[in-house]
Each structure stands twice: as structure tokens, then as C-alpha cells.
């Protein structure tokens, strides 16, 4: 095991070259100019060149490359060429918030889309497992940011149980923290409640049709030790794969979610950034998703040998 994943690591050495390789071409070849952006509209040619000329934009595009892949291997993610702070300081003033969303999401939507998953395919054919579908497809068909501004109407507005938007770090309180984090929870597990609950109940239903649960059944085991212990833990892998390419998803991909509830993460730093075409901001945001991605795999990997001792590496 510890040899694959040392495999593994050398691995994604290559596959993050090859990111920062395509990256790094897709944004120098799309039209536009940030020297242009920096100056503004009333800016001179001699003004341009000389802001191109101070960000290395003139040097030949391998040059450019050999450059920032230095400055990579020396930890540094380059300056923002808008707000002229640290891209690494930027991330990490934005993490947070994308963090706990993403885990608190995770979280809510195993708690409740596992078990109406289980419960949907004991209960096949049944108004459970219709109800429960009808609850899925509605989660896949109404988008988030509609789901958003019904939960600020309904609990912030109008019961104002809740503040409107905003974060509040989880080191000035638990209870500010929550108050803030969780409408945005609620409205980004609609979709991840949804994808869950269909794959647990399509994994059990192929278990609960195997030869081994219907000894178990008659050996006399009771009907929740056969759901959790026996059928739960071998449908347990697709679920796995399917909550841990979501919380990757998730990290990158709350932009919505960050707009409607006003939250400075990185989803709402990279579309700024894509705007603006801050090119060390946007390069350091897809390094960080694909390494997230890579890290996520690697953890996959590992749960797939805890749960299926049939699974070796």
C-alpha cells in the first residue's frame, strides 16, 4: 500500500506540469490584454509598453513559462497584477469560507442522503422510494441560487432567525459561525442530497439482490444489521467515490452559492480574477483546484481498501 502511494504521489508530478503547462497557454493566448486593464482607457502606447515591459509580458512565451515554473518550485504563486498582494496570501485570506461550506455540506448531505438512500431501496417500489426519488429530482432540477433566496426570505427576512449574508470566522464563536454558514449549507446540499441519495439507493439495490444478504436473512439476522452492516458497507464504494469528487466539486465551485450569501471565498476570487484576467491569481486558483482533485483521489483510494478488504493495491 504505501509503495502505490508513493507511486501515486511521483504520478501527479507530471499531471500538475501538464496542468500548469495548459494553464499557463490557454490564458496567454485568449484575447485580451492586462496591461491595458491596468492602465485604463485613457492610456498612451509608450504607457502600455511600459507596464508590459514590467510584467514580463514582452518576453517570449517560454520565457514567461520557464519564469513562473521557477518561482513555483520556490513556493511562490506569483503577485496579483490588480491588488499587487501575494497570491498565496490572497488564497488564504479567501479559504476559509469555501472550506466550511464545502465540509458543512458534505457533512449535511451524508447525514441525511445515505440513510433516505437505504431507506428508498428497503423500500422498492414503495411511496418511500417515490417520494424519495421525487425529493432527488427536484434537487437536480431547481438551481441553487433559486434555493438561496428562498431560504434568506424565508428564515432571514421573514422569521429573521438568521443574518442575511455575510462569514464570520469560527474563531470569533461557534454561534456566529453558524448563524451564517448554514443557509448556504442548506441551499448548496439540495443537488449533493440528490446525486447521494440516487447512488446509495441504485449501490444497495444491486447488494440487497446478492446471495449473501439473503443468508443473512435467513440465519435470522435482524433487518438493520443486514441494511447497515452487510449491504450498506459493500454499496459503500460508489457512494465514497461520489461524496469525494463532490467535495472537490465543492471547492471550487460554490461561485453561486458565494454571490447569493455575499461570502469572500475563492469561487467569487477566481471569477474577479477571470475578469479582470489577473493571470497569477487565475493560474494559482486552477493549480490549487487540480491539486484538491489529486489529494481527493489519493483519499478515495484509501477508504476503498477500508471498506472492501477485496481491494488491494
Known sequence: MI??????????????????????LLLRLTP?????????????????ERIRTTLGLNE???????????QLLHGDLGVSLISKVPVLQMIGQRVEPSISVAISTIILSILVAVPLGV?????????????VMGLSVLGFSVPVFVIGYILIQMFAINLRWVPVQGFRSITVGFGPFFERIILPTCAL????????????????????????VRTARA???????????????????????????????????????ESVFNLPGIGRLTVDAVLARDYPVIQGMILLTSFIYLAVNLL??????LLDPRIRY
Open 32 to 48: 485580451g490584454d492586462p496591461a491595458a486593464i491596468l492602465a485604463g482607457d485613457n492610456a498612451t502606447p509608450e504607457q502600455l
Open 3 to 24: 509503495g502505490y502511494l508513493l507511486r501515486r504521489i511521483l504520478a501527479s508530478i507530471p499531471v500538475m506540469g501538464v496542468v500548469a503547462l495548459f494553464v499557463f
Open 60 to 70: 517570449p512565451l517560454y520565457i514567461q513559462f520557464f519564469t513562473w515554473i521557477n
Open 300 to 305: 478515495i483510494d484509501l477508504a476503498y481498501t
Open 189 to 212: 446540499s439540495f443537488i449533493y442530497v440528490a446525486l447521494i441519495a440516487r447512488m446509495t439507493r441504485a449501490a444497495m439495490l444491486d447488494v440487497l439482490g446478492e446471495d449473501f
Open 219 to 257: 440465519k435470522g439476522v435482524s433487518e438493520v444489521a443486514v441494511l447497515l452492516r452487510h449491504a450498506l458497507r459493500n454499496a459503500a464504494v460508489p457512494v465514497i467515490t461520489v461524496i469525494g469528487s463532490g467535495f472537490a466539486l465543492l471547492i471550487s465551485g460554490v461561485v453561486v452559492t
Open 119 to 131: 431507506i428508498a431501496a428497503w423500500k422498492h417500489g414503495t411511496w418511500i422510494d417515490r417520494f
